[in-house]
Every structure is written in structure tokens, then in C-alpha cells.
């Protein structure tokens, strides 16, 4: 494995334990939801949907199971599908998280080559990984082969000018403002073209 490979980086961003596990969905609680998000009474959801107004009274308060074929009548009448009559929304798993990390107070992580600011460094479980780089390399050389890793990155130059190597394209320069946008898994490396140590924002997904 190259030492210069942000696999380190990703391992931490990824620490935080098991992932989080959904709780089952209450269909009845669920069907109330839906109907009560369409602004229906039981009335005009139980003739949307072609059932009795008491059997969808049963069905939301957890009095009876429903056939297939009365879910397929729901979700026709809610014009959904089957599964997501047991699918809860997205939105219920946005929980507003958020982190804010002030100039030069996020993790450092050094390399021969580049030296890491990661940011963001609190939030776990994230499903992308940004950092600040200084690039101190001069030269291919200095690199232990391709740098490779699962994902996609995202690459935008703050200060200086830097080279970008890929494994399938030519060497492109990159200045003050560029970006570049790439799969990760592809072999890649930066280098420094300017007389200082170039700064770049780097952004890797995790998923």
C-alpha cells in the first residue's frame, strides 16, 4: 500500500462503530402518516385507495394485517409502491447534523509528500472526507508508486501551482482557483510546480 495514500484518513473518518441499523416501520403509524400528509380524511384514503373505511381504521391503529392485496390497493390509492409502504421517508433520517472547523485548528496528519489539515474532524459517520493539503512534493519520485483508494475526490487549488498526475491521462496544471474532479480509484499524485509548498482543498467520498 503506498504511505502516501489517504487510506489512514478515510479509516478514521469512517471510525464510529457499527453502522446504524433501521428500526422496523410501523405500517399502521405509516399509512396515517401518508394519508394525514396528503391532507385526506379515512373517508377519501379508504375510497382512494377501493377499501371500507372501517378496514383502513383497522389498519392504522394496528387491529388487523392487511392482504396483499389490500397493500396493493393502498399503495395504488396513496400512488406509491408496495415497498415504500414500509420504507420510512428520508427526510426522518436527517438528524441536522454539523461540524465548523476554524482556520488551522483541524487534525494534522503529515506525509513525506503532503502534510493534511483533516476538517471536519468531529463528525463521524460522515460520507465525505475533506481536508486542506500543503503539497510539499517536488517530483514523481518522491512518490512510493500511484496513490489509489476506493471513492471519488474532488481537488481545488488555494494557493500556488500544482501538477496532477493520473494513471490514464496526461499531466495537467492546475493554478490558483482550477479544480480537478476524479475517480479515486484510478492512480493519481500531486506535486508542487510553484516556488512555495501549493495549497489544495481536498474532498474524497466514502461511500
Known amino acids: 500500500m503506498n504511505k502516501d495514500a489517504p487510506e489512514s484518513l478515510i479509516q478514521i473518518a469512517r471510525q464510529g462503530g457499527a453502522p446504524e441499523t433501521t428500526p422496523p416501520v410501523d405500517l399502521g403509524a405509516r399509512v396515517r402518516e401518508l394519508r394525514k400528509g396528503r ?3 379515512l373517508e377519501q384514503a379508504a375510497k382512494q385507495a377501493g377499501l371500507a373505511r372501517s378496514t383502513l381504521s383497522k389498519i392504522e391503529n394496528g387491529q388487523m394485517s392487511p392482504t396483499y392485496d389490500a397493500l396493493k390497493k393502498l399503495a ?3 400512488e406509491i409502491s408496495v415497498p415504500q409502504l414500509f420504507t420510512p421517508p428520508a427526510a426522518e433520517r436527517i438528524n441536522g447534523r454539523m461540524a465548523v472547523t476554524k482556520s488551522g485548528e483541524g487534525a494534522a496528519k503529515a506525509t513525506t509528500t503532503y502534510e493534511h489539515e483533516l476538517l471536519a474532524d468531529t463528525l463521524l459517520k460522515k460520507q465525505m472526507l475533506p481536508y486542506r493539503a500543503r503539497i ?6 518522491e512518490f512510493d508508486g500511484w496513490v489509489r483508494h476506493d471513492g471519488e475526490e474532488f481537488l481545488f487549488v488555494i494557493t500556488g501551482v500544482v501538477q496532477l498526475f493520473t494513471e490514464f491521462y496526461e499531466p495537467v496544471e492546475l ?3 482550477d479544480s480537478a474532479y476524479y475517480d479515486a480509484t484510478m492512480g ?3 506535486i508542487s510546480t510553484s516556488a512555495e509548498d ?3 482543498l ?3 467520498s466514502l461511500s
Do not use: C, E
Not at 136 to 141: E, H, I, L, T
Open 39 to 41: 391532507k385526506w380524511t
Open 202 to 204: 481536498w474532498v474524497t
Open 198 to 200: 501549493a495549497t489544495i
Open 76 to 78: 395504488v390509492g396513496l
Open 136 to 141: 510539499r512534493a517536488r517530483s514523481m519520485d
Open 175 to 177: 493554478r490558483r482557483g
Open 188 to 190: 493519481h499524485n500531486v
